[in-house]
């Protein structure tokens, strides 16, 4: 069964810092990978997509990358602000039905 | 521009009582999705639909049960609530099963079972 982690939890960092978000899976035959956000109290707003043949997708200053063969993708936030600060979740899909979540990284970006 | 709407967005139930949760989406999407979020277990999938009139469990489909009469709706039932499905359930839909369709999800509903 396909294991989704994201190390660390959580993550504290003053503003302006640049800032990388880890995601790792066990099983690399995946459709592809999501990255969402999180504000408490609220749903998932998705962030960017990544397909199975892609390397990279970049959305402003956010920045996400995919590496199949050694089960990792990363989240690159440039120029951090506070209004950063939320729960970053990312997610594989197998097929239309199989998707696996990991538990997120809890971002604060202090002023 | 609603998106995913889940109704309603707080619920207190009795174990054994039962209740309907209600996800509709606007964006004429085929497939949608069940999901319960637990505190450190990430998002797991309880039950899905690609299309109007189908639905199949997911990965943790007990004690609940689908339905999808129309397009626009996903209906999730507790048939006799237990205190394990206190939990946050989340509906999201996609336009189709494809490697480049990702989905989009509702603000979540918070059920308690005491």
């Known amino acids: 069964k396909q294991e989704v982690t994201q190390i660390p939890a959580a993550l504290s960092v003053p503003e302006g810092e640049n800032l990388v978000l880890n995601c790792s899976f066990t099983?690399?035959?995946?459709?592809?990978l999501q990255w969402f956000r999180q504000d408490p109290g609220k749903g998932l707003t998705s962030l960017l997509l990544?397909?199975?043949?892609?390397r990279e997708q970049t959305s402003g200053r956010l920045n996400a990358s995919l590496d199949k063969s050694s089960g990792r993708s990363t989240l690159y936030i440039a120029a951090s602000q506070p209004g950063d600060s939320a729960t970053y979740l990312c997610?594989?899909?197998?097929?239309?039905?199989?998707?696996?979540f990991g538990s997120g990284t809890k971002l604060n970006v202090k002023p | 521009n609603a998106g995913v709407t889940q109704t309603p967005k707080f619920r207190v139930l009795k174990t054994g009582q039962s209740m309907t949760l209600l996800c509709a989406q606007d964006?004429?999407?085929?497939?949608m999705y069940w999901y319960r979020q637990d505190p450190g277990m990430g998002l797991r999938l309880i039950h899905y639909?690609?299309?109007?009139?189908?639905?199949a469990k997911g990965e943790v489909p007990d004690g609940y049960n689908v339905s999808r009469l129309k397009k626009q709706n996903f209906l999730l039932g507790l048939e006799s609530a237990a205190p394990s499905q206190t939990s946050v359930y989340f509906c999201?839909?996609?336009?189709?099963?494809?490697?480049?369709?990702?989905?989009?999800f509702g603000d979540g509903t918070r059920l308690s079972i005491l």
């Open positions: 999201a839909s996609s336009y189709g099963g494809g490697p480049n369709q990702p989905q989009h």
């Open positions: 099983d690399s035959a995946i459709y592809n």
């Open positions: 990544i397909q199975s043949s892609q």
């Open positions: 997610a594989v899909k197998h097929n239309f039905n199989k998707f696996y």
């Open positions: 639909s690609v299309g109007e009139g189908t639905t």
């Open positions: 964006m004429n999407h085929e497939y």
